[in-house]
T-cell receptor, first 113, second 115 residues
Framework: DAKTTQPPSMDCAEGRAANLPCNHSTISGNEYVYWYRQIHSQGPQYIIHGLKNNETNEMASLIITEDRKSSTLILPHATLRDTAVYYCIVRAGENFGNEKLTFGTGTRLTIIP | DTGVSQDPRHKITKRGQNVTFRCDPISEHNRLYWYRQTLGQGPEFLTYFQNEAQLEKSRLLSDRFSAERPKGSFSTLEIQRTEQGDSAMYLC?????????????FGPGTRLTVL
């Protein structure tokens, strides 16, 4: 899988939008961008994924640049419970051998009251 | 709760002892994965099953580690002759392969401490 680059840490005020960037300049055409988060001492939680179009679900929005070399995860109204490590992962599609997730060290997001 | 479950949640053992962990995936998920996570690092892939077949093993999975999924449902991960370096969180995930997304859903993990 292609490597990703994320800032090691970020702070965001409670109630504001949290925007988490991710660079994946070597992403290939059959690779998706996945986001997971891990709250302290819990297993990772799937958030969202996308190929090239922007995606939104009940948890977050994913904005992927047109050249697909970077993306941003947006938590629209951050709460204290969103404090976690957020992982951006690039992964091949189901028909291209996407068995494992390759985690980096992620971004530690702290929501400030 | 129909999520992935793992048992035990915590295990403390002495060096040289054998330990076994269990993972129950989401019902009807045909893929099951094991990962290991050490402090300050992201999870690292160990192995995965499709139904009962073990299809890939990481180089991290030494000869002391063995995983099974005998009936294609729950899985066990055994570590023989534990070493202090085996201390970590062991995470299990499952997914439904063949429907397009193959998103992996994780359990709460088993935290192993080897004294």
């Amino acid at each position: 899988d292609a490597k990703t680059t994320q800032p090691p840490s970020m702070d965001c005020a409670e109630g504001r939008a949290a925007n988490l960037p991710c660079n994946h300049s070597t992403i290939s055409g059959n690779e998706y961008v996945y986001w997971y988060r891990q709250i302290h001492s819990q297993g990772p939680q799937y958030i969202i994924h996308g190929l090239k179009n922007n995606e939104t679900n009940e948890m977050a929005s994913l904005i992927i640049t047109e050249d697909r070399k970077s993306s941003t995860l947006i938590l629209p109204h951050a709460t204290l419970r969103d404090t976690a490590v957020y992982y951006c992962i690039v992964r091949a599609g189901e028909n291209f051998g996407n068995e494992k997730l390759t985690f980096g060290t992620g971004t530690r997001l702290t929501i400030i009251p | 709760d129909t999520g992935v479950s793992q048992d035990p949640r915590h295990k403390i053992t002495k060096r040289g002892q054998n330990v076994t962990f269990r993972c129950d995936p989401i019902s009807e998920h045909n893929r099951l994965y094991w990962y290991r996570q050490t402090l300050g690092q992201g999870p690292e892939f160990l192995t995965y099953f499709q139904n009962e077949a073990q299809l890939e093993k990481s180089r991290l999975l030494s000869d002391r580690f063995s995983a099974e999924r005998p009936k294609g449902s729950f899985s066990t991960l055994e570590i023989q002759r534990t070493e202090q370096g085996d201390s970590a969180m062991y995470l299990c995930a499952s997914s439904l392969y063949g429907t397009g997304g193959n998103e992996q859903f994780f359990g709460p993990g088993t935290r192993l401490t080897v004294l």
